[in-house]
């Protein structure tokens, strides 16, 4: 079970939270211009990684931000966490 | 009854409150203090199980969790709870218990002639035999001879608790070790310390020790805990699970079999720790020695014995020998002369032994055995006579004299185990200490410490020789996992047919996985299969130990979120008037609605048909609080609907209203509601009542995540309004009785409008819209005026004949109108094209969320399921939703119905659907199956019921 | 009649142990604030009109006959008394006019608990994760959390020992029920 430093109201457990999956997939500017196999991979092709992995998280039963998370899919561990429209940040270890 | 038991005088149990106590039936005698174990070794009872596989006699073997045999059915009735560990179990007045898995009795069972099986029962005897021709033709037999003890039939009459807790610091165990770690970190004033532990009393094995200076010691460290304020003790509670962040899940058992609170207070309270620092006092458990017989009824650990002497006062036998392979073993024997409890004998595998130990043995009279092991048992329901070899300096080859030794308690003390458990769950890692043959802890991973023999400190040194199984004698009765039956010939066999993991001979074998979890059988096991694979212990691992640590009860887990409590439920702001009017309620979503309200004697299918004709003749009114309504204001509220909706919101006036879809951005359907422009910058999404939440945070999504730039602010103000619909050809003459600020003239006040005023002296909005297809008037006023104005209307209505309805009646009013209801006519896959909106699409200038997956391939199948009205073609036929509309060969299913009523106003059914490639087959006959049968239909427009729409503009 | 009555109080939601009690609270209005936060400047502009401190992540604080509780980034929650709503929210109309700020008023679609009694921290315990020692939850402070499976506000106002619970109206009943099964041992 996770606890999760929400950017506003401090450390929570996991049950106060909703995963939203990866994050910083940024929507095709022009989706009328974008190829259907681009406008796939913008809907469904994700990173399934084993280690460091970006996923952004919802408080949802607290201040109902969203924010990024950048999460350890192994050991569990949260290496950061960082407003929505922030730079992922170095964290170090394997990237995704 | 049996007679009155005397105890030693130093036992921890007050003899001057007896209690009476029946077992199987006959009646015994205990003492307050005692456990229901203690009190049964007292009796002289030695039988208090069957084995799981071959109902082989068992007898009280260890002293607290780790006990494999003396499982028992406590209680009868609702309470009863089976695989209560005898060791576990406080002695009580009046406590009925019965042992398990043997009928008539576990001293005469039946079902014991499976013992004489064990060789055409080795592990995996089940996998292989009960293939053919499958498990199930089986199971029926296997369940009836293999067992454990049987689930209470009725509704649990206890309540269970669950809380959290934070603290600094956690400390399980309050033994010696665990105590001293505790007043240790509460020194410090600013620190909140747990203590936590699963006896009835704090002291761990301090409470079997017959020193003074040990007993001195507790008493003072009792009496510390009752000063420091910063430290909590929970006592008679077992920490069963070590989670990420420090998180432990425990039970705490509050109200006892048969205690005067059993009913009054909660039987478990389920605790979550939140731990800044954990510190693990779980101590150290006892292996057994595995030799031919060893699971004979009499023989224990002598942990075991050692508690039952000193902390109950109970020597269960007169001829006390010992087995051993460490120096433990020896002191333990010493202790028990030490207060004068003869020990006839110690057997030691060992060829060197201190000789300090020898001569204190000889001077207690003991006689020592060593350079022996035990190679046989007998004795008809428990243990009589043991016969010995000499075991050569090798190890392995025995000497050919056999001797033989009288007993009738058998100690066994194979080393010991470091309680690992909580530590591995929290992913540390374990090594093998060859020193003293047992997993000690080796590198945290979370912010946990261990101390005492949890980590290897054993005080004193234990010079062991490991044994993990006794040589030059056949494996097939050296018992390893004593719950399960499995022996040290299952492990050799799982290895030979090439089982190398540990964790596949585990299941192979079910080593372990009984509910002790193999807390005696775990470390023998492992080295059985070191010895049958030519590996040592560490490079054969060790299985990793998961929660929870001793089995937790299901309501435990539920605490009070049961029956009514499962889930939160909402109620309505006129929920009283409601209730007054005869509503049947039903869960839509967390709501309760009424369904329909029924009048005496009428079915639920009359009382629907009566207000859906009611409402198309007259009026109505219906409790529509639950509509979703949401206020998205802002310089850029209108560009961001006008990319949250599939239609065009850049042209909706001030004043008026839209139907909208909205899709997700894989282009599916996911809402749909009346939006309204309330201002150039404020508009009023409805929402359906399912979708209030989630669609606020759909909209939230999208302008915390994409469109960040985007100045739009969101409220859900749902449940501020509480909003009646007003619905018929009367409606409007109900409505105009009251006295408010709107004109609500036709000309003044069309369909798909929305006003804001004041109606009874409170603010208003009224929008025209309809769900019915006939003249509607949705109120909204603040919600605590929601059952006032609901009165108000009744009241005003009652010369017109209004009568309030039910969303049933709702819902069979939209579908003679063929009004789709998004979540009932549409699935996972439904886009609007499938719903007739492909041309709104193509209309639409810019892009909006979900347009793009619209054309991609998948949009443009045509046997997509689309919406369609669906005739029957026999007047008297009726269907249900979800009935099949099958292919046109008929050999697979092309749709569904998806909504289908009897229509009082039409006086057939009326059904609507979803079929493959529906808006290009209007007019087609279809046939639809449902419950075995088949009848033939025909797809029309969806409107079955006033199509030309006359009846909402009036 | 030619007004709207106001639904009473809802008075069997109540709740009296030895140890923890429950009492509805209806001596407050409430009133939602909103301002578009991701705009610098937007928060401080806000404080500026009003010519008050706001209370940040976590924090309530008492301003006059007014206490403001922090709900969300730029988003906060108003007392004030009962039936002056109306009357609060246009003196901030006219205060923050030409803002980006959003007022509404929200008493309907709440109802506010009092709790109070030495068992109230073991019950609010039962119920959400959130560590409610005195050390960690006390005067001043304010937190939303899952609460009995429902959203809630829970909130310190003061150092007597009250605490708030705000939660949506059409749960008080349900959340009323589990209140009182959760404290029975009270």
């Known amino acids: 079970m996770h606890i999760i430093d929400c950017p506003w109201c401090g450390p929570r457990s996991e049950d106060e939270f909703s995963c939203g999956g990866q994050s910083h997939i940024t929507r095709p500017a022009d989706p009328a211009a974008t190829s259907d196999t681009d406008w796939a991979g913008y809907l469904y092709t994700r990173d399934n990684p084993r280690g460091l992995h970006f996923e952004r998280w919802r408080h949802t039963f607290g201040c109902r931000q969203w924010f990024n998370v950048a999460r350890d899919t192994v050991t569990h561990e949260i290496h950061a966490v960082y407003r929505m429209g922030d730079p992922r940040p170095d964290v170090g270890g394997a990237g995704s | 009854m049996s007679a009155p038991t005397t105890r030693l005088p130093h036992a921890r149990v007050d003899t001057d409150k007896p209690l009476t106590f029946e077992f199987d039936g006959r009646r015994y005698q205990g003492f307050e203090g005692d456990s229901l174990a203690s009190a049964l070794l007292a009796n002289g009872v030695t039988v208090v199980g069957r084995s799981f596989k071959l109902h082989r006699p068992r007898g009280v073997f260890g002293r607290g969790k780790e006990e494999p045999n003396a499982l028992v059915q406590l209680e009868a009735g609702h309470r009863t709870e089976p695989n209560a560990r005898a060791t576990l179990v406080p002695l009580y007045e009046g406590l009925r218990a019965r042992g398990q898995n043997a009928w008539p009795s576990v001293s005469f069972d039946l079902f014991g002639v499976m013992g004489a099986f064990k060789r055409v029962l080795p592990a995996s005897f089940y996998y292989k035999t009960f293939m053919w021709p499958s498990w199930h033709s089986w199971e029926w037999l296997v369940r009836r001879v293999a067992g454990l003890g049987k689930a209470p039939n009725g509704a649990d009459p206890d309540y269970y608790l669950k809380q959290n807790v934070h603290a600094d610091v956690v400390v399980v165990g309050a033994g010696r070790s665990g105590l001293t770690a505790a007043l240790e970190a509460a020194a410090d004033p600013a620190r909140r310390v747990l203590l936590v532990d699963e006896q009835e009393q704090v002291g761990g094995s301090l409470l079997a020790s017959p020193e003074a200076a ?18 909590t003790v929970i006592p008679r509670c077992t920490v069963n699970a070590y989670y990420e962040n420090n998180i432990l899940a425990a039970v705490e058992r509050i109200a006892s079999h048969g205690s005067r609170e059993e009913g009054a207070r909660p039987r478990e309270r389920f605790w979550r ?24 009824p009499g023989i224990m650990l002598a942990s075991a014995l050692r508690e039952y002497v000193h902390r109950y006062g109970v020597v269960p036998g007169t001829q006390l020998v010992f087995y051993t392979n460490n120096d433990s073993g020896w002191r333990t024997a010493l202790e028990l002369t030490s207060v004068g409890v003869p020990v006839a004998a110690i057997v030691d595998i060992r060829h060197d032994i201190s000789a300090e130990l020898q001569q204190d043995a000889t001077e207690q009279g003991i006689a020592a055995y060593t350079a022996r092991v035990i190679t046989g048992t007998r004795g008809r329901g428990g243990v009589r006579r043991l016969t010995l ?22 100690a066994m003390s194979g080393g010991w185990s ?20 047992c997993l000690v802890p080796a590198r945290a991973h979370q912010a946990v410490t261990v101390v005492g023999s949890a980590n290897g400190d054993f005080r004193e040194p234990l010079n062991i020789q490991p044994q993990w199984l006794t040589p030059g004698v056949s494996p097939e009765h050296q018992w390893i996992d004593f719950q399960y039956d499995v022996t040290a010939s299952d492990i050799q066999l799982a290895a030979r047919e090439n089982f190398v993991s540990v964790e596949h001979v585990k299941r192979y074998t079910t080593n372990g996985m009984s509910v002790d979890q193999g807390k005696t059988s775990n470390v023998n096991g492992l080295g059985v299969l070191a010895l049958a694979t030519g590996r040592p212990i560490p490079e054969v691992g060790t299985t990793r130990f998961r929660p929870p640590y001793h089995p937790t009860t299901l309501g435990a887990f539920g605490g009070i979120e049961r029956g009514k409590l499962y889930t939160a439920f909402q109620l309505l702001p006129a929920h009283p008037a ?61 560009e961001f609907l006008n990319r949250v909706y599939l239609n065009n919101i850049q042209t909706l006036e001030v004043g008026a209203a839209r139907y909208g879809l909205m899709l997700n951005e894989a282009g599916i359907v996911i809402d749909d509601g009346i939006v309204v422009c309330l201002a150039e910058d404020h508009f009023l999404m409805h929402t359906t009542s399912g979708g209030a939440t989630s669609i606020h945070q759909h909209l939230e999504e999208w302008l915390q995540c994409e469109w960040l730039d985007l100045e739009v602010i969101v409220t859900n103000s749902s449940t501020q309004w509480a909003t009646l619909m007003l619905s018929g050809p009367k409606a409007r003459g109900v409505l105009q009785k009251l006295p408010g600020s709107f004109d609500l003239s036709k000309e003044a006040f069309g369909h798909m409008q929305s006003r804001e005023g004041e109606l009874l002296g409170q603010p208003c909005r009224i929008l025209r819209a309809s769900f019915t297809g006939e003249v509607s008037f949705e109120i909204s006023v603040p919600a605590r005026h929601g059952l006032s104005l609901w009165e108000e209307l009744m009241a005003a209505g009652e010369p017109e004949g209004i009568i309030p309805f039910g969303i049933e009646s709702l819902m069979l009013l939209r579908t003679e109108k063929g009004y789709l209801h998004v979540g009932s006519d549409t699935d996972g896959n439904t886009m609007p094209q499938d719903l007739g909106w492909g041309g709104a699409v193509e209309k639409k200038p810019v892009d909006f969320i979900g347009r793009r997956t619209l054309s991609q391939e998948v949009g443009r199948d045509p046997r997509r399921f689309q919406f369609t009205g669906i005739e029957l073609l026999n007047e008297q036929g009726h269907t249900v939703s979800g009935a099949h509309v099958l292919s046109e060969n008929g050999d697979n299913t092309a749709g569904y119905v998806t909504s289908a009523f009897y229509s009082p106003n039409l006086g057939r059914t009326v059904a609507l659907g979803i079929v493959a490639g529906a808006r290009a087959r209007e007019g087609e006959e279809v046939r639809i199956f449902y419950n075995g049968s088949t009848q033939p239909a025909r797809l029309v427009k969806p409107a079955a019921y006033d199509p030309a729409g006359e009846a909402l503009n009036g | 009649m030619d007004k709207l009555a106001t639904a009473g109080a809802l008075t069997d939601l109540g709740l009296k142990r030895d140890r923890f009690q429950v009492a509805e609270n209806t001596c407050l209005g409430l009133i939602r604030l909103q301002t578009f936060h991701r705009k610098a400047g937007a928060v ?85 994760t959130v560590d409610f020692h005195p050390w960690a939850f006390g005067a001043g402070q304010c937190v939303n959390t899952l609460f009995a499976g429902v959203s809630v506000m829970l909130a310190c106002p003061g150092a007597d020992d009250v605490i708030l619970l705000f939660v949506d109206r059409s749960v008080a009943q349900y959340l009323i029920n589990w209140l009182e099964a959760a404290s029975v041992d009270c």
């Not at chain 2, 040990?214 to 430290?231: E, H, I, K, P, Y």
């Not at chain 3, 002056?84 to 509404?104: I, T």
């Not at chain 3, 109802?111 to 073991?122: F, M, P, Q, V, Y």
């Open chain 2, 578 to 638: 409601h209730v007054a009017a005869g509503a049947v309620f039903e869960d839509y979503g967390a709501w309760k609605r009424p369904a329909y309200y029924a009048r005496a004697k009428e079915t639920e299918e009359q009382a629907v048909a009566r207000e859906a004709k009611t409402v198309r003749d007259g009026v109505g009114l219906l409790d529509y609080s639950p509509l979703g309504k949401l206020e998205v204001r802002g310089p850029d509220a209108r």
């Open chain 3, 44 to 128: 401080e502009n806000l404080a500026g009109r009003l010519d008050i401190r706001l209370p940040g992540p976590g924090e309530t604080l008492s301003e006059q006959d007014r206490q403001w509780f922090w709900s969300a980034p730029g988003e906060w929650v108003i007392a004030v008394p009962a039936g002056s709503e109306r009357d609060a929210l246009h003196s901030f109309q006219v205060r923050l006019d030409g803002l980006l700020a959003v007022l509404s008023v929200m008493t309907d679609s709440r109802i506010i608990l009092n709790l109070t009694g030495e068992s109230a921290r073991d019950i609010l315990s039962r119920g959400s």
């Open chain 2, 418 to 437: 470091p309680t690992v458990h909580l530590y591995s769950q929290s992913g540390g890692h374990l090594a093998y200490r060859e020193d003293d043959a």
């Open chain 2, 389 to 410: 070899h000499h075991l050569h300096s090798n190890g392995e080859s025995l000497g050919a004299a056999a001797e033989s030794l009288t007993c009738d308690v058998l």
């Open chain 2, 214 to 231: 040990d007993r001195g010691w507790l008493a003072d460290a009792v009496q510390s805990l009752d000063t420091v304020g910063n430290l």
């Open chain 2, 273 to 296: 720790i939140f731990a800044g620092r954990v510190i693990l006092a779980t101590g150290a458990i006892e292996r057994p020695m595995v030799f031919p017989d060893n699971d004979r």
